[in-house]
Structures are given as C-alpha cells and as structure tokens.
C-alpha cells in the first residue's frame, strides 16, 4: 500500500512539471527550424568569415588567423541543434574553454555578433554543415574494484 501511494504522488508530481513546461513564454517548446544545406553552410561559413577564428573538425578550409578553435570533433555529450543556433547567434551564452585558455579573464566572446548580417537561411545552413562533424563518444564508466 505505501509503495503505491509513493508511486502515485511521484506520478503527480511529475504530471505536475510537465504540465508547467510550456507556461514558460520562453519555453523552447514548439521551437523547430527547417532542415539546412550543408554544402549551403559550408560557403556561409566562408561569406561570414568564421574561418577566421574558427577550424572544422575533419574539413580542408583556409586556416584560422585569429584564434584557432575547433569546431566538431570528439565529444562527450549531444551537442544539439539549439546548443548550435545559439552558440551562432549569442556567442557569450556559454564561453568555450578554449576562449578562457586563450582569452584570460574573458567574460564575453570576442565573437562578432552576427544578427544583423546574417540570415536565417545561413544560420540554418551553418548548422547543417557543423552538426556532422561532431562525434559522441561514450566515456568508459569502468568501475573498479579496490584492492
């Protein structure tokens, strides 16, 4: 009997948080952008210039001659599409490590904003080009024993 009262109060509170997730106006629900064009956001990402400070994992692009930070690889969490869109259009949301390595005491990214230039077709499009070239790796959770 306890363990079923216990089983219904966790489902209403959980019907209870989810019910609130969308009351939130700045709630990501409902939020989705078309598919993009890779080979599209490839040339974006030469027209905007992010080669400047930027490299792509795995892809042959004339190299960066500000900071040199790379885009894609090996990494140990999903990066997703909204990490991506707004890593493009407010850069200071999250600083990369590689700016606080470069960048002592960096509180903002020396990354321009580029809203008021580009569009959204290539915003789309840059994420399509950057997306893939992220690989998930799974940590190794070996536990082991004492001896």
Known sequence: MKTRLIIF????LVLAVLSGCGNNPKSPRGFRLPDGDADKGRQAFLALKCNTCHKVEGVELPPPSAFNLTLGGEITYVKTYGELVTSIINPSHVLSENYKKELLDAKESPMPKFNHVMTVEQMIDLVAFL????????????????P
Do not use: E, W
């Open 131 to 146: 997306q893939p070239h992220y690989k998930l790796i799974v940590p190794d959770y070996t536990t082991y024993s004492a």
């Open 9 to 12: 109060l966790g489902g209403l």
